[in-house]
C-alpha cells in the first residue's frame, strides 16, 4: 500500500443492531477522545482487559440510538464494535485490528437535546469474576464428584483410660493360704478417640476372684499393645488384728491378667512383697504392656498369703487397697469411602454458574495435578461426615470463586483471563522475561517516576491453613495449621497473608469422619471444604503418607504431609523473593515440631538469590504511545522504553491507550530485576 495513501480516522465504530449495521463518525460519540483501554494487574495476578464507560452518543448517533430505544423502549439491544488503526499502517494490509466488542444496556439510556448515554453491560468473564467473586455457592456433589472415591484407611489414634482403686475392706477366712481378690475399681476419665473397642468397667469393692470381675474388655483387635500403669498401695489395717496373734498377711503379689486363669502366660505378676501390718504400705509401680484381641479381659488381682494362727475358728483381715490404673492404646476406625472432586471440575462448576451459562467460558488450572501419584484433591465437609443422601438432601459444597482464589494464591497461582477463557496459572508465568510486551520509543515517554513500592514490602508472613480446634489429645498432634514468619526487613509491621480457607487437617478430616451414622443434622465443619493429598489406584484414590517422625501414634497413617506449611511458604518463594532474603520462622498455632520426610517444618529459609518475580520498584510515566496493546501471551513480557537516553525495563502493572494519539495516559511497571 502507498505511504501516500490518506491516512483513515485513528479510530472506527460501528453499531451492531436487529441485523443493521451503523457506521458513525468519531464526531457522532462525543467522548471518544476519553474512552481509554487498559491493561491491568489486580496485585500480581494475570493482566485483565477494561476500558472506560459510557458512550455518548451525538449527530447522526444520537438518531440511531434514539430511533431503536423508541422501538423496543428498555428491552432495546445493540453491540458497539471498535476498531483502532493499527500503528503500522499504511505498510500493511488490513487498517484495522480486530473489534472490540460491547453489548449496550438500554436501561441505562439517558436523552438529552443534544447527547444520549448509554453504558454497556458488564458481560466480560473478568466482569463476572469481579462482580461475583464473593458469592457463596451451594453445589451438591453429586455434580462434581469423580468416579472413583477415596479409600481413607484411617488414622491410628491414641486413647486414654484413666480409672481409681479405692477399697477399704474386712473378710473372714478359716484357712491359711492364698486367696485371689479382685480390686475395687471405678471410672475416672477418659481421653479416647476410638470408641467401641476397649470398654472400661466399674468393680464395686473388694471381692472374690471371678471371671466377671474385669476392669477391662477388648471388642476388636488392637494392631499395637495395650500399655497399662499402675500404682496399687496396700495396707493391713491394725484395727482388725487380735493382739494375741500375729498379722493375717504374710505376703502379697499384684497379677495383671488377660485371663481368668491367673497362671495364663499372659498374665504379668508384680514382685511378692512382705507386708508389715499397721507400719507401712506396700505400692506396686509398674508399667505392662499386653498384645490385645477380641475378646480380652483384663484383671487387676491381689493375691494374698493369709495365715490364720487360730485354726479351726475363722479369722477376720481388713485391708486398705488404692491407688491409680492408667490404660494406653492406639487404635483406628474401619476404613471408610469417601467422595472425591477434582478442582477443575469445581472451578468449571463455578464459571458456569457465575455467568449463567454453560459451555461459553472455559477453565482451567495449569501444570496442576499432572502426577497421578501426587495428586490434590478435594472433598466437602459434608461428603466426609456421610451425610445420607436423600430426595430433599445430599452433600454439597459450600464454597465462592474468592475462596477458591485464596487458596491458589497460597499454592503459588494466579487467576489470568484472556476473552472467554479463565486460566488459573502459576504466578511466575504472568511475568516473562523471554517475552517482549512492547518496546516504547523515546518521544511516547515522559516524566518518568521511580519509587519504591511499599505494598510489595513484608517484613511479616502468615501463611498455611484455616483449621477448627479438636478437643481431644490428639488434636495437638495436627501440623497443618498457621505458621508465623518474619523476613529480613526491619520496616514498619505489615503481614503478608496466604492462607488457605480449604483446610488441609487430617486430623480434622478423621474426627469428622467420626460423626458418620450419627442423628445430628449440623456440625460446625459441615461448610469447610478439605484438600486430600492421595494417588490415583486401579479403583480408588489412595493416601499419600509421609515419614513422620517423633512419638506419634499413627505416624504411618498420617497424611497431608506434603502439603504443610513451610513446603506452602517455599512454593511461594517468589513472591516472598521480591523484597526479602530470609524468612525465619517465629511461631505456629499447631504442631511445628514434626519432622516429615527428613525436614523439620519449623525451621528457617533463605530465598534463593534472584528468584523473586520483579524490584519492589515502580517506573511511573506518562505515554503517549501510538501502538496497539500488547495481546496473548506477550502481555506477560518485558515492557522495555527509553528515557533520556537511557533504557528501562519493566513488567505491567497497569498500562492505557488512548484513541486519541494526543492524549497522554499514565502507565506503571514492576521493574525488572
Request: glycine share 4%.
Amino acid at each position: 500500500m502507498s505511504q501516500y495513501s490518506i491516512t483513515p480516522p485513528r479510530a472506527k465504530f460501528e453499531l451492531h443492531a436487529y441485523g443493521e449495521v451503523y457506521d458513525f463518525s468519531l464526531k457522532s460519540i462525543e467522548n471518544w477522545k476519553q474512552l481509554e483501554f487498559t491493561l491491568k494487574r489486580d496485585r500480581t495476578s494475570g493482566i485483565f482487559h477494561q476500558i472506560s464507560f459510557p458512550f455518548e452518543f451525538a449527530l447522526e448517533a444520537y438518531d440511531v440510538v434514539k430511533n431503536i430505544y423508541e422501538t423496543y423502549r428498555h428491552r432495546s439491544q445493540g453491540d458497539m464494535y471498535i476498531y483502532l488503526l493499527k500503528n503500522d499502517w499504511p505498510w500493511v494490509e488490513e487498517q484495522y485490528h480486530e473489534p472490540q466488542i460491547f453489548n449496550l444496556d438500554f436501561i441505562s439510556y439517558s436523552k438529552t437535546d443534544n447527547i444520549i448515554k448509554v453504558d454497556t453491560k458488564r458481560v466480560s468473564l473478568y466482569d463476572y469474576l469481579k462482580v461475583k467473586n464473593k458469592m457463596v455457592y451451594d453445589i451438591p456433589v453429586s455434580e462434581l464428584k469423580a468416579e472413583k472415591t477415596w479409600n481413607f484407611e484411617r488414622i491410628m489414634m491414641a486413647n486414654t483410660i484413666s480409672l481409681r482403686a479405692a477399697n477399704s475392706s474386712g473378710f473372714n477366712f478359716k484357712s491359711s493360704g492364698i486367696y485371689n481378690k479382685t480390686v475395687g475399681i471405678s471410672y475416672e476419665s477418659t481421653e479416647v478417640a476410638v470408641k467401641d473397642i476397649v470398654y472400661e468397667r466399674t468393680i464395686a469393692s473388694l471381692a472374690d476372684f471371678n471371671s466377671d470381675s474385669h476392669f477391662l474388655e477388648v471388642n476388636d483387635k488392637l494392631e499395637n499393645p495395650v500399655e497399662i500403669t499402675f500404682i496399687i498401695n496396700l495396707t493391713e489395717i491394725m484395727a482388725y488384728i487380735d493382739p494375741s496373734h500375729h498379722a493375717s498377711i504374710r505376703r502379697a503379689r499384684l497379677i495383671l491378667s488377660t485371663n481368668y486363669d491367673t497362671s495364663d502366660p499372659w498374665s504379668i505378676s508384680a514382685p511378692h512383697k512382705d507386708i508389715t501390718p499397721g507400719l507401712d504400705t506396700t505400692s506396686w509401680i509398674t508399667t505392662e504392656k499386653f498384645m490385645a484381641y477380641r475378646g480380652n479381659r483384663f484383671y487387676l488381682i491381689l493375691a494374698l498369703d493369709l495365715k490364720n494362727d487360730q485354726e479351726p475358728f475363722p479369722k477376720i483381715v481388713a485391708i486398705k487397697a488404692n491407688g491409680t490404673i492408667r490404660v494406653e492404646y492406639n487404635a483406628k476406625y474401619k476404613p471408610v469411602s469417601v467422595d472425591m472432586i477434582d478442582p477443575k471440575v469445581l472451578l468449571q462448576s463455578m464459571v458456569d454458574r457465575m455467568t449463567n451459562s454453560t459451555g461459553i467460558y472455559t477453565s482451567d488450572i495449569e501444570d496442576f495435578n499432572t502426577d497421578s501419584n501426587n495428586l490434590i484433591m478435594l472433598s466437602a465437609a459434608e461428603s466426609i461426615r456421610g451425610i445420607p443422601v436423600t430426595a430433599d438432601n445430599e452433600a454439597k459444597v459450600h464454597t465462592s470463586y474468592r475462596d477458591f482464589v485464596t487458596w491458589m494464591n497460597a499454592y503459588g497461582y494466579e487467576q489470568h483471563v484472556d476473552g472467554t477463557h479463565l486460566n488459573i496459572r502459576k504466578r511466575h508465568k504472568g511475568f516473562r522475561a523471554d517475552l517482549t510486551a512492547m518496546e516504547l520509543g523515546e518521544r511516547e515517554c515522559a516524566d518518568l517516576r521511580e519509587y519504591v513500592d511499599e505494598e510489595r514490602l513484608y517484613p511479616g508472613l502468615k501463611i498455611g491453613y484455616n483449621r477448627k480446634e479438636i478437643d481431644n489429645v490428639n488434636g495437638r498432634f495436627e501440623f497443618n495449621g498457621i505458621h508465623d514468619y518474619v523476613t529480613d526487613l526491619n520496616i514498619i509491621d505489615k503481614v503478608l497473608e496466604l492462607i488457605s480457607p480449604y483446610r488441609a487437617d487430617c486430623y480434622g478430616i478423621e474426627f469428622l469422619t467420626q460423626e458418620r451414622g450419627k442423628d445430628s443434622t449440623d456440625n460446625k465443619s459441615d461448610k469447610d471444604l478439605f484438600l486430600v493429598n492421595v494417588k490415583e489406584a486401579a479403583s480408588t484414590y489412595e493416601t499419600v503418607t509421609s515419614v513422620f517422625s517423633g512419638n506419634y501414634p499413627g505416624s504411618s497413617t498420617i497424611f497431608n504431609g506434603n502439603l504443610n506449611p513451610y513446603n506452602l511458604m517455599k512454593i511461594n518463594e517468589d513472591l516472598l523473593g521480591v523484597s526479602a532474603a530470609r524468612m525465619e520462622f517465629t511461631a505456629s498455632d499447631s504442631n511445628a515440631q514434626i519432622i516429615i520426610d527428613g525436614q523439620r517444618i519449623d525451621q528457617n529459609y533463605d530465598i534463593p538469590e534472584g528468584s523473586g518475580l520483579f524490584d519492589p520498584t515502580i517506573y511511573d510515566i506518562a505515554s503517549r504511545n501510538i501502538q496497539h496493546l500488547p495481546s496473548g501471551e506477550n502481555v506477560n513480557g518485558i515492557v522495555r522504553f527509553r528515557y533520556k537516553g537511557q533504557v528501562y525495563e519493566g513488567f505491567i502493572e497497569e498500562i492505557s491507550k488512548n484513541p486519541a494519539w494526543e492524549m497522554e495516559t499514565t502507565w506503571r511497571l514492576y521493574k525488572k530485576k
